[in-house]
């Protein structure tokens, strides 16, 4: 039995993890894929304290090792049920973890836009990560579908690479900040389509070109790759507490979930700003609070 889980090992679990490591409670970390979690895909990071830019390759790398110097003890496993009993049973496919603890870290996912030709493509075209799959585009044409600062940022990224650059965006107000809004309107290569609704994706073995309605016309817009960032689905399945409407867990100020002792922190936790320095000072906050409600118990 561990004093705490987290389930997640990104920026929020992470700093969860070092509060509660720290505070010598036993403290296990579960992580399916690689340490860093989403920040590791971000191109470049100006808004996190300290580094004015930083690739979030550097920054995952610094949080792994920052953990590794506490000692942070990570295990690979994919969680897939948290149930209270007299403690926490935390169950993956093959194992099982006791917990008197739980933190949920979990992040969240792409959001998929649901058109015919997407699931056909992905990979050969049809990609939800620019950092990754970009550089495959050299000098080629590529449509970014939304407008929040995601889509922005990686058009702009993506500017670099593709010879051309459409933004496809189904209102005609964008929800990014102003600021990447005016550098996305400086670049030369990208071209606003707003007012368009995206119908299917289409090609034969790579993607050839997208069927899209602006303001209620159908036409076809050639391109080589779609990139899709129309927010984010929370990775909260695993557990049934209280969530708004969009499955993201309620907290108390604590991080603590409707369900005493289970704690969510970073992106997967209903709120308002999601940050690389949200999801740091939301797992400091539970880290700190699930390792003293266990040293002071
Ligand atoms: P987001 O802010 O939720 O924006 C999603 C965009 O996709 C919106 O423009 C939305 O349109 C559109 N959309 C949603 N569903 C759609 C659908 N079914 N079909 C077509 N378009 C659809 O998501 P995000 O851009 O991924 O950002 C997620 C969070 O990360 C945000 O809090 C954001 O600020 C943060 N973030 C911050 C930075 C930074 O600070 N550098 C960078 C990236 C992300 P509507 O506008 O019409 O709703």
Redesign the pocket.
């Given at each position: 039995m561990h004093d705490i889980v987290i389930v997640g090992g990104g920026a929020a679990g992470l700093s969860a993890a070092i509060y509660a490591t720290r505070a010598m409670v036993d403290t296990l970390v579960i992580e399916r894929s690689s340490i860093g979690g989403n920040v590791s895909l971000?191109v470049d990071?100006?808004?996190y304290l300290g580094f004015p830019h930083i690739s979030g390759d550097d920054l995952a790398r610094r949080f792994e090792e920052h953990a590794n110097e506490i000692k942070v003890k990570i295990e690979t496993d994919s969680v897939i049920s948290i149930k209270k009993d007299d403690n926490f049973i935390i169950k993956s496919p093959k194992n099982e973890y006791v917990a008197k603890k739980v933190i949920i870290a979990t992040g969240m996912r792409?959001?998929k836009?649901?058109v015919m030709g997407e699931d056909k493509f992905l990979g050969r075209g049809v990609s939800y990560c620019a950092t990754c799959d970009g550089p495959l585009f050299v000098g080629g044409e590529v449509a970014v579908?939304?407008?929040?600062?995601?889509?922005?940022?990686e058009a702009i990224f993506l500017s670099n690479i593709a010879s051309k650059v459409y933004i496809i965006?189904?209102?005609d107000?964008?929800?990014?900040?102003p600021i990447?809004q005016k550098r996305a309107h400086e670049k030369q290569n990208i071209e606003f389509i707003l007012n368009s609704?995206?119908h299917e994706i289409k090609g034969d073995e790579q993607v050839e070109s997208m069927i899209i309605s602006t303001n209620g016309v159908r036409k076809e817009l050639k391109v080589d790759g779609v990139f899709i960032?129309?927010?984010?689905v929370p990775n909260t399945e695993m557990v049934d507490c209280e969530k708004d409407n969009n499955g993201f867990i309620l907290t108390d100020g604590n991080m603590m979930s409707s369900i005493e002792g289970i704690y969510a922190a970073g992106?997967c936790r209903a709120k308002h700003?999601?940050?690389i320095t949200t999801a740091v000072c939301d797992g400091a906050i539970a880290g700190w609070h699930a390792a003293n409600s266990i040293t002071q118990a």
């Open positions: 971000i990071i100006e808004n792409p959001r836009l649901g579908i939304g407008g929040g600062n995601s889509a922005l940022t965006h189904r209102r107000k964008l929800r990014a900040d990447y609704v995206v960032y129309i927010g984010n992106d700003l999601r940050q």
